[in-house]
């Protein structure tokens, strides 16, 4: 069987999803540090065990902010 990835509804710019469950992060260009533009490789993201005893994967969209003391 081969592999068929799809668009995930309202993450279509940022993720995809296969025909084997599986789901993946896309390349994308991100603004750096010192404001310049970085590319971003996509990769299969790696599922956890929910407290209900499911896999899950957490989509994000949005900058992680360093948290200031």
């Known amino acids: 069987m081969t592999e068929q990835w799809r668009p995930i509804l309202d993450w279509e710019e940022l993720y995809e999803v296969s025909n084997l469950g599986r789901v993946r992060s896309l390349d994308r260009i991100v603004k ?33 902010k360093k948290n200031e003391l």
């Open 32 to 64: 750096g540090r010192y404001g310049h533009d970085k590319l971003i490789y996509g990769r299969v993201l790696k599922p956890s065990p929910a407290t209900s005893g499911r896999l899950q994967v957490c989509l994000r969209a949005g900058v992680r």
